[in-house]
C-alpha cells in the first residue's frame, strides 16, 4: 500500500519528521511517501498561511495527476487544523484523511472526551472550526495552546515537551479530557510523555491518520463521489499549477 | 493480533455470519474469536433484549476473565445500536470497539453526511440515541429502516437486499446522504450492492470495526482509564457471572 | 392508586429507605410497593452495574406480568442514571418514571437552571447522557459528586449530608443554578438540608416521580404504545425470566 | 389546595372553558379560581396581544396582592405559548405553571417525541420559541397549525375537531410523534377524540398544569428566589396596577 | 431619513441620553425622534417591567398609528434584553431594530466572539435568552454583569464605567471575548475607554442600530410580511392604546 | 469613504457586475474599487478553486500592502460562500466583511428566517458550513440550489431568474422561509423579481455587505485585534506574493 503524505509546510526539517512519525505507524509493506508545497510558508500559524498551504498541497497533487505519477492508495493531510482535505477529495478517488480529524475519530475510540494541546493561542480558533465541521466537537472537552510557537519547540524540545504535558494535565483535570490529542505534527516523543506523565492515552494525528488510512484502504473504500467531492466543473483556470507557472520543477 | 468478536444475541447461525464477516475484513495475521451469550434473545429488536445482551456479553467476558483465558488485543461488540460497549470498556484494558460507532466513523473519512439503513422502524430510536451520544449524529443523514425483521431477512436474503438498497437509494436522494451504512450485522453482499447500484461507498459495522480495531491496536493505545472507564469499586453481586449461577458451562 | 417502586440495587436496606421516601411523598390512598432485583449489585457504581439492574428490574416485571399479578397504576424506576426505564415501557401500558428524569423535569417548574449532586466523580457520566437522551440538559447547569461512594454515605450520613450540602453550594454560586436535584436515592434529610442552607428548591428524585405518577394517572394517561415502546417481536428467549431460571422463588 | 388559573385573553366564555377544563382535572378538595384580565384582547394570535395579556395577568396577580387577597397554593397560565410566566414568577412564591410548558412535561413522560397542534401558523413560531427557551424542543418532533382561527373554532366545533385530529395524525404519521399535546386552551373533548382516532395519548395543557401544580404542591416545593425569580429592584412605575388606573374595579 | 428610537423605560434623562447618542450615530440628514412611554416603569429590571415596557412603547406606535402620524423609515427599539421587537414588526411596515440584536450582529462582524457587559446580574438571563433566540447565542462568548443597578450608573459615572471595563476584561481574558457588547443603554464614553483599556472593539447597542437602521433602509429592505410579522387577526381589544384610555394625551 | 470590493473569480465580465451592484447600493461619497484576483479560476464552483480563490484575494491586498497603496475603509469580499474572509482580516486592520454573512445579518433583521438560493447543488454545503461557523445556521430555514451553474445564468438571464424565483418560492413554502438570500453574486435585478413575485424581502449580499461596511465604517470600528485576526509571526514565505514571482504586474 503506498500513502502520500502531504506536510502542508515548506520545512524540509518539519517534512522529514512527519515522514518518519508517518512511518513509525505505518505496517510493513506500507510505502510512505512524504511531500511538502514548492511554494508558501515555512511554518503555519495563521488563517493566511493555512489557505495558502491548501494551495500548496493542491498543487502537489494537481502536478502528479498531471504528470500521471498519482499512484497511491490514500492521501494523508499533515497539517493540525489546516485547510485543504475537502479540495484534496474532490481531485483524487482515494481516501484524504486530516490528521486533526484522524486524532479526534481515534480518541473517540478510547474515551469519552478528548482535548486537544496545540502550541500557539491563536491555532485554537481553527483547530475548533475544523473539529466542528467535522461534527467532533460534541466530544471534543477543550482545545488548548501551551504558548510556544512551531519556531519555540525546535529550540528547546525538551521545554516543548514539558510544556505540553502540563496543559494536557491541565485538559485533564480541569476540563474532564479522558484522552489527548497532539495537536501538531512532527514531535517526537510526546505521546509517550503524555501517557506516561498524565496516565491518558496520546493520540498522535499523523500517526492515527496513517493507521486509518491502512484500514480504509483494507476496507476496499473510497471517497464518495455523490455529494460535494465530486469533481467540479471544468472552470478555466490561470496558471494553474502554479508551481509550473513559477518555473519550479518536480 | 487476536480480536474477540461479541455477537450478542445468541444465534448461532447470526454468529457465524459475524464471524465470516469479521474474518474477511481481517487482515492475515489477525485471529477472530467470535462468540454469543449463553443466554438471552435469539434477535435483538427492542430495548429489553437490549438490555438483556449487554449483560449476556459482559458475562462472557467476565467468564473468560475468572477463567484467566481472555488473551485478545481488542473486543468488537457487534450489535448495531446495542446496549454494552461502556460495560466491556470497563472490564478490560484493551480497545473496545462498537460496530455501530465505527460504521460512523469511517464514513466520516469518506463523505460528507451518513445515513443507517436498519431493519425495523422500532431500531431506528436506540440507533440515533447511540450515535447521538457518541457524537456522530452532527453527520448522520438519517436512520432509515427496510421494515424488515431480522426473521424476514434470513428468509428471503434477495428481497432483503432489495429492500435495503431501495432506502439506501433515497437517504441519498431525500436526505443529502453520500456514504450508507448497513445497520444491521451478518448480511454479506449488501455492502457491495449498495456500492453498485446507488454509487455510494456502502459500509459495514463488523468489517468496520475490524479494520478500526487493528488500527488501534497497530498504534498501541488502549481504553481510557482516567476517566468513565476505569473498573468500579467492588460492589457485591448475587450469581454472577450470571452464566456460572446458571449451571451454564463454558 | 397503586405504584411499583424498583430500586434497582438489591439492597434491602436501599429499598426501605426508598420505600420511605416515596411514601412520604404519596398522597392518601396512594399504595407504594418497593421491590429490588432478585440478583445483581448491592450498589451501582458503574456501567456494568447499571445494565445488570436494568436486567433485575426486566425481571421483577417480567415475573410479575406472567404470575398475572401485575396491578400496579405506574411504575417509578428509583434509580438515578441507571438504565432500564425504556424497556419497563415496552413491557407494561402504564406510566413509566425515572427518578433522574423526574427530578429534572420538577426542577424546569421551579427554576431556570437546575444542578444534579450525586455521589461519585465516575457517576456524572451516566446522568448528563440520561439527561441528554431526555432532553433536559438545556437546562441542566450542572452534574456535580460529593466524592461519595454509597458506602460512605451509609457509613456517616451527617458527613454526606455536610458534603452534598457543600457542592450544592458551589453549583448555584459557580455555575449558576437555582434549583438543585439530589443525584441519588434513599437519603432523607438532604433536601430539607440543601434548602435550609443553600436558600433554593432541592428535589429529590423518588418524591418527584411519585408525585408526577400521580399526577400522569390522575390524567388518566398511560405509555404511547405508538412508537418506540410498542412491545417487541417474540423473539425466543432463553433463560428467562432470569431468577426462574436461577430457581429464585417469588 | 387552592390553584389560580389564569385565561390571559378577556373572553368569558373561553374562561369560562379554561375553568371547566380546570376543574375536571383538579382531584376533589383542589379548589380552582378562573381569572382573566381586565382590559386586553378577547384572543390572542399575535406578538403584540401575548405581550398585552402578559401584562394583562400580572395586573390580575399585583390586584390580588395589593388587597391581601392572594391566597393561592399555585398559578397556572392558561395560555398556550403566551408570554408572562416568568414575570409571574418574580411577583409570587407559589409555583407558576405555564400550560405549554407543562403540556411538554408531561409529554415527556409518556413518550419519546411529541408534536403540538395548534390553531393558526402564525402561532407556530412563538409556541417553537416558548419550547427552546424552556429546554423541551429537543424532544419536540413538530408544531403544527390546524389553519383554524379561535373564532372558526367556536363557529364549528365539530369540524375543528376533526381538523386537528387530522393534523395530529400528519405528526404521528410524517414526524414522527408518539404523544399529541392540544395547542390552545378550552376545547372539550379533543384529546379524547385524538386518542381514539390516532391512537396516541393526547395532553391537553390546562390539564397537565393543575395536575403538575398539584403533583408540586404535594412536595412542598415553591419557586426558586435564588436565581432570575427573586424579586426585582423597587422601581418607580406609574399607572400600575393598569387597571386601578383605568378605572376597573375588582 | 426619520428614525422613531423608542426608550422603553419612562425616564427623561434616560431619553435624553439615548437620543443623544442616537443622533451621535447618525449620519448627517437623518433625523432622530426618541420618546418613551406614557406609563410605565423608571427602569427595567425585571421580567416585569420588560414586559410592561413592551406594552408601552406598542401604545407608542399605536398612538401614532391611529393619529396618523407615524412617518418613520425605521424603527429602533433601545432597550437591552427587553421584549417587544416583534410586536412592533407587526404594527408597522418599516424595518425594526433591537438594539441587543443589533449590537450582536456588529460585533460579529468585527470579531470571532462577544461578550455582553450589562447592569445587575438578573439581566443576563433575560439578555442570553433574547440572543438565543435571535441565533446570536453561537457567537457570544458571554453575558456578564456589573454588578450595578441603573440607578448606581446614574449616581457615579466613573465608577460605573470603571467596574464595567473591569468586566469586559475579564470577557477578554476568561471567555475568549475579541468584541464588547455594552448592555445597557444611555452610558457616554464607556465604549471609548474599553477600547482604550482592554484593546477590543466595543460595541454601542443604540448606535449599532441606527447604524444598521441606515443600511437597511438604504437598502429599500422592509421587515417581511410573509411569516410571523404579518399583521394578526383584529381581534377585539378593551382599552386599547391604553394610553387613551388612561386619559394621557399625546 | 472608500471602499474596496474583491471578487474572487477572475473572470473580468462578473467583477463588472459585482462593481455595479456594489456602486449601486453604496451612497454619494462611497467610492467603490473592485478587483479580482490576477491568477485563478474564472468561476468558483469547487473547494480547490475556493481555496485558489482566497489566495488571491490574499494576493491583492498584500500587493496593496506592499506598494502602500492600500487605502480603504473596508474591504468586502464577493464571493458566496469561498474561503479568505478571515485571512484578510488578519492581514488589515479596518473591516473585512463577507457577502453571505452580510446577507444572512441583514436577513435577520427583516424576518424570523431566511434561506438562501444559490447556483448548483454541490455549493450548498460550502455555504452551510460558512453559515454554521458565523453562527447564522440557527435562523437559517434552508440553502438551496436553482441548478444552474454560473455560465447557464450568464447564457440565459431570463431563464436563471425564473428558475431563481421558482427555488425561492418553495423556500417559503416548504421550508417556513420569510426572507430570501441571493446566493451568487453578480445577478442585477433577482432581488426585485423575487420580492415582486414571492412577497418576500430578498438580500444580495454585495448590497447587504456594501451597506454594512458603510455602517460599521461610520461607527468608527476596526476588526478586533485581540483574537483570531491579530497578525501572525512573521514566518518566512517563498514566491509571496504570488502575483509578484509570476510576474504579473499591477
Redesign the interface.
Known amino acids: 500500500m503506498k500513502i502520500l503524505v502531504l506536510n502542508p509546510n515548506?520545512s524540509a526539517t518539519m517534512t522529514a519528521e512527519v515522514a518518519a512519525a508517518a512511518r513509525a505507524?505505518a505496517?510493513p509493506g506500507t510505502e510512505i511517501t512524504c511531500l511538502h508545497p514548492r511554494?508558501?510558508?515555512?511554518?503555519?500559524?495563521?488563517?493566511?498561511?493555512?489557505?495558502?498551504s491548501?494551495?500548496g498541497v493542491?498543487d502537489i497533487v494537481a502536478t502528479l495527476l498531471d504528470a500521471g505519477t498519482f499512484a497511491f492508495d490514500a492521501v494523508v493531510l499533515a497539517g493540525f487544523g489546516e485547510?485543504?482535505r475537502?479540495?484534496l477529495?474532490?481531485?483524487v478517488t482515494v481516501?484524504v484523511?486530516d490528521i486533526a480529524?484522524?486524532a479526534g475519530?481515534?480518541a473517540?475510540?478510547?474515551?469519552?472526551?478528548f482535548s486537544v494541546v496545540t502550541t500557539?493561542e491563536?491555532s485554537i480558533?481553527?483547530i475548533e472550526?475544523r473539529l466542528?465541521?467535522?461534527?467532533?466537537?460534541?466530544?471534543c472537552a477543550s482545545v488548548r495552546a501551551c504558548g510556544l510557537?512551531t519556531?519555540d519547540v525546535d529550540a528547546d524540545p525538551g521545554g516543548a515537551v514539558a510544556a505540553i504535558v502540563a496543559e494536557a494535565a491541565r485538559a485533564?483535570t480541569d476540563d474532564?479530557?479522558?484522552?489527548i490529542c497532539l495537536g501538531c505534527a512532527g514531535m517526537a516523543g510526546v505521546t509517550a510523555a503524555i501517557s506516561a506523565k498524565?496516565?491518558?492515552?496520546a493520540?498522535d494525528g499523523v500517526?492515527?491518520a496513517v493507521?486509518?488510512a491502512?484500514?480504509?484502504v483494507?476496507?476496499g473504500?473510497?471517497?464518495?463521489?455523490?455529494?460535494?467531492?465530486?469533481?467540479?466543473?471544468a472552470?478555466?483556470?490561470?496558471?494553474?499549477p502554479?508551481s509550473r507557472?513559477?518555473g519550479l520543477g518536480s
Chains 1, 2, 3, 4, 5, 6 share one sequence.
Open positions: 515548506t505507524a505496517r511554494f508558501g510558508a515555512e511554518a503555519i500559524d495563521s488563517a493566511a498561511e493555512s489557505y495558502l491548501a494551495v493542491m485547510h485543504g475537502d479540495a477529495a474532490e481531485m481516501p484523511l480529524e484522524c475519530h481515534v473517540c475510540l478510547l474515551g469519552r472526551r500557539l491563536r480558533a481553527p472550526d466542528r465541521l467535522a461534527g467532533l466537537d460534541a466530544r510557537a519556531a485533564v474532564g479530557a479522558d484522552v498524565v496516565g491518558v492515552p493520540v500517526a492515527a493507521a486509518l491502512q484500514a480504509v483494507d476496507l473504500l473510497q471517497t464518495s463521489k455523490a455529494g460535494v467531492y465530486a469533481p467540479g466543473p472552470n478555466p483556470r490561470s496558471h494553474w502554479l507557472a513559477l
